[in-house]
């Protein structure tokens, strides 16, 4: 007799555990541990599958569900939703372990989502009415028939979904960046390794097997970094109690969070403040005061500093009047969206710093609008050459940055000016936007160099506070969800999540190199499925102008979105 090829697929076996007549199918959310096929005798309704645009539900229509995945159904008032449901379990065995007599199995899921059987109505339930019929048959033999009958029912709708294109499940790598991606955004919340399995759609073994293989760490381990990286911020950036700052990251116990992040970091949450603080050589007032001379002098009426170097702060500068000696470059990227203002300003790549041309350049003051600029001993090499500040986090809060800095050069009646003007012309085009979309909704995604899809929006960042806050736009609701949860201004995202967002309106950015990751998405069913994309509200951005800060870019950015969503409307 020939033995079984010890590489073939391992079984892949499904057993049904219950079904059920229903006179009205109408639930809230769920979150089902089963896999579940529901069809429909008779009545109207709609299903809402997680990631979907909603499904009408009719006589006729066979949705299957699969572990973990996320649905609402509702009965429409008049004619309410009659049909069955059938829930069952997948199991795949595979190879016995050496020196072992046991099988071990993992959880398997069916291959397809969604809407299995579009043109064969009748014939599946005429199906699940004879398995119906038989649920309460008794004896061995009965029970097999039941569950042969089930298989046989199963391999018809498999059949169908492949006939018919339904939606297949996820490859394994997606289910991994799905489930990142879900720790990203909910990392607040109680997150265990088997829910998470669930929305990869593995079982826990594999999923956590598969997840060390994809990213070198387990996902609790990856949990753990997230937490811990947002609540470094947390620790340096606010004066909240070490118990709150612990809550807020998901830890219910400040010592457990305490023993997790001096596991993850080398350091206790103290330490890791005294060090970060130290190192930065930044003060609580977003910028720091010059360390090896005296600092600068007030400046009344005596003269103000003209030669000026602002890396990454040339967009403030020019709002207050000055031109900059030097302009901050990183390999080929620079804002040029300020070419207009600095058309002959020499370029200084912080990739490689050329002290010796800032040298020649005689500034009578430099300023860093990020620290690392001045990490790794540069600091010194700066304040050698003049007086250096460091500012702390110059994207955070535009006006209070500019403010500063006008303080810091002494100009703050142009600080104060410019700003007055921004806030008449964003009221301004805030009404007119409001006049022309009303409560239509508006998001940012970007492909960007080296994380891939991402959407913009948190309270903080280079988009979210133009666009939601000076603008009044309104956020979609996967935004609005993810907001109230603690977003940050940035989240990568996996392509197959996009139906969640639901924006009237999208503005896409593309990154320098990105065009052919840009194809290939707006080639995938995932984009053309968009609600904005279909009806041809996506509007292009410049990387430069919508990933910054400072003022003149906020202000391109209300022309940009003035010009998509207002000028050019139809």
Same mark, same amino acid.
């Given at each position: 007799?020939?033995?079984?090829?010890?590489?073939?697929?391992?079984?892949?076996?499904?057993?049904?555990?219950? $079904?059920?007549?229903?006179?009205?199918?109408?639930?809230?959310?769920?979150?089902?541990? *089963?896999?579940?096929?529901?069809?429909?005798?008779?009545?109207?309704?709609?299903?809402?599958?997680?990631?979907?645009?909603?499904?009408?539900?009719?006589?006729?229509?066979?949705?299957?569900?699969?572990?973990?995945?996320?649905?609402?159904?509702?009965?429409?008032?008049?004619?309410?939703? *009659?049909? !069955?449901?059938?829930?069952?379990?997948?199991?795949?065995?595979? *190879?016995?372990?050496?020196?072992?007599?046991?099988?071990?199995?993992?959880?398997?899921?069916?291959?397809?989502?969604?809407?299995?059987?579009?043109?064969?109505?009748? +014939?599946?339930?005429?199906? $699940?009415?004879?398995?119906?019929?038989?649920?309460?048959?008794?004896?061995?033999?009965?029970?097999?028939?039941?569950? @042969?009958?089930?298989?046989?029912?199963?391999?018809?709708?498999?059949?169908?979904?492949?006939?018919?294109? &339904?939606?297949?499940?996820?490859?394994?790598?997606?289910?991994?960046? #799905?489930? $990142? &991606?879900?720790?990203?955004?909910?990392?607040?919340?109680?997150?265990? =390794?088997? #829910?998470? &399995?669930?929305?990869?759609?593995?079982?826990?073994?594999?999923?956590?097997?598969? !997840?060390?293989?994809?990213?070198?760490?387990?996902?609790?381990?990856?949990?753990?970094?997230?937490?811990?990286?947002?609540?470094?911020?947390?620790?340096?950036?606010?004066?909240?109690?070490?118990?709150?700052?612990?809550?807020?990251?998901?830890?219910?116990?400040?010592?457990?969070?305490?023993?997790?992040?001096?596991?993850?970091?080398?350091?206790?949450?103290?330490?890791?403040?005294?060090?970060?603080?130290?190192?930065?050589?930044?003060?609580?007032?977003?910028?720091?005061?010059?360390?090896?001379?005296?600092?600068?002098?007030?400046?009344?009426?005596?003269?103000?500093?003209?030669?000026?170097?602002?890396? !990454?702060?040339?967009?403030?500068?020019?709002?207050?009047?000055?031109?900059?000696?030097? /302009?901050?470059?990183?390999?080929?990227?620079?804002?040029?969206?300020?070419?207009?203002?600095?058309?002959?300003?020499?370029?200084?790549?912080?990739?490689?710093?050329?002290?010796?041309?800032?040298?020649?350049?005689?500034?009578?003051?430099?300023?860093?609008?990020?620290?690392?600029?001045? %990490? %790794?001993?540069?600091?010194? =090499?700066?304040?050698?050459?003049?007086?250096?500040?460091?500012? +702390?986090?110059?994207?955070?809060?535009? +006006?209070?940055?500019?403010?500063?800095?006008?303080?810091?050069?002494?100009?703050?009646?142009?600080?104060?000016?410019? $700003?007055?003007?921004?806030?008449?012309?964003?009221?301004? &085009?805030?009404? @007119?936007?409001?006049?022309?979309?009303?409560?239509?909704?508006?998001?940012?995604?970007?492909?960007? !160099?080296?994380?891939?899809?991402?959407?913009?929006?948190?309270?903080?960042?280079?988009?979210?506070?133009?666009?939601?806050?000076?603008?009044?736009?309104?956020?979609?609701?996967?935004?609005?969800?993810?907001?109230?949860?603690?977003?940050?201004?940035?989240?990568?995202?996996?392509?197959?999540?996009?139906?969640?967002?639901?924006?009237?309106?999208?503005?896409?950015?593309?990154?320098?190199? /990105?065009?052919?990751?840009? #194809?290939?998405?707006?080639?995938?069913?995932?984009?053309?499925?968009?609600?904005?994309?279909?009806?041809?509200?996506?509007?292009?951005?410049?990387?430069?102008?919508?990933?910054?800060?400072?003022?003149?870019?906020?202000?391109?950015?209300?022309?940009?979105?003035?010009?998509?969503?207002?000028?050019? #409307?139809?």
């Amino acid at each position: 007799m020939a033995a079984f090829e010890r590489d073939a697929q391992p079984p892949l076996l499904f057993a049904l555990l219950d $079904i059920r007549r229903h006179d009205k199918l109408d639930a809230g959310i769920r979150l089902p541990d *089963h896999h579940a096929i529901f069809y429909i005798t008779d009545g109207k309704g709609r299903l809402e599958l997680e990631g979907e645009s909603p499904q009408t539900l009719i006589g006729g229509c066979c949705f299957l569900i699969v572990p973990g995945m996320a649905y609402e159904m509702h009965s429409d008032t008049e004619r309410p939703l *009659h049909g !069955f449901e059938l829930e069952f379990v997948g199991v795949r065995m595979t *190879h016995p372990l050496p020196g072992n007599g046991t099988s071990p199995r993992e959880e398997a899921r069916f291959p397809y989502v969604g809407e299995v059987c579009r043109h064969d109505g009748p +014939r599946i339930g005429e199906m $699940i009415r004879g398995l119906y019929d038989s649920r309460q048959e008794t004896g061995e033999l009965k029970r097999f028939n039941r569950q @042969r009958h089930f298989l046989e029912l199963l391999a018809h709708l498999w059949q169908s979904a492949e006939n018919t294109g &339904a939606e297949r499940q996820p490859e394994p790598k997606t289910g991994i960046a #799905r489930t $990142i &991606a879900y720790m990203e955004q909910a990392y607040n919340h109680e997150l265990t =390794r088997e #829910r998470l &399995a669930k929305m990869a759609g593995m079982s826990p073994g594999y999923y956590s097997s598969l !997840f060390r293989k994809e990213t070198g760490k387990s996902p609790m381990d990856m949990l753990a970094e997230i937490r811990i990286n947002r609540a470094k911020q947390l620790l340096l950036d606010s004066d909240s109690p070490m118990r709150d700052i612990a809550q807020s990251v998901g830890y219910s116990s400040e010592y457990y969070f305490s023993s997790r992040f001096k596991q993850v970091t080398g350091l206790s949450p103290s330490a890791y403040v005294k060090r970060s603080r130290s190192r930065q050589v930044v003060s609580s007032q977003l910028y720091t005061s010059y360390l090896r001379s005296s600092p600068l002098p007030a400046y009344g009426n005596r003269e103000r500093p003209e030669r000026v170097i602002g890396l !990454f702060l040339e967009d403030y500068l020019t709002v207050l009047g000055v031109k900059p000696l030097m /302009q901050y470059a990183s390999s080929d990227y620079y804002q040029k969206y300020l070419e207009p203002f600095l058309e002959d300003v020499e370029k200084l790549d912080v990739g490689r710093i050329d002290f010796d041309s800032l040298r020649r350049a005689r500034p009578d003051v430099i300023l860093l609008g990020f620290t690392n600029f001045a %990490a %790794a001993g540069r600091y010194d =090499r700066f304040a050698e050459i003049a007086p250096t500040f460091v500012f +702390r986090q110059a994207g955070a809060n535009w +006006r209070a940055t500019l403010r500063s800095l006008g303080s810091l050069i002494g100009r703050e009646p142009e600080a104060e000016g410019a $700003i007055e003007r921004y806030e008449k012309n964003a009221g301004e &085009a805030r009404k @007119r936007l409001a006049e022309a979309i009303g409560g239509e909704t508006v998001a940012l995604l970007r492909l960007h !160099f080296r994380n891939g899809l991402c959407l913009y929006g948190g309270p903080e960042g280079y988009t979210g506070p133009v666009l939601y806050e000076d603008l009044g736009l309104k956020m979609p609701r996967l935004l609005q969800e993810w907001s109230r949860s603690g977003m940050r201004s940035v989240a990568s995202i996996p392509p197959e999540t996009l139906s969640m967002l639901e924006a009237d309106h999208l503005f896409l950015v593309v990154d320098d190199g /990105q065009k052919g990751q840009a #194809r290939k998405l707006m080639d995938s069913p995932y984009w053309k499925s968009l609600a904005a994309v279909r009806n041809g509200r996506v509007y292009a951005g410049a990387t430069d102008v919508w990933m910054t800060f400072g003022m003149i870019a906020h202000e391109r950015k209300i022309e940009h979105a003035l010009d998509a969503l207002v000028r050019n #409307r139809v």
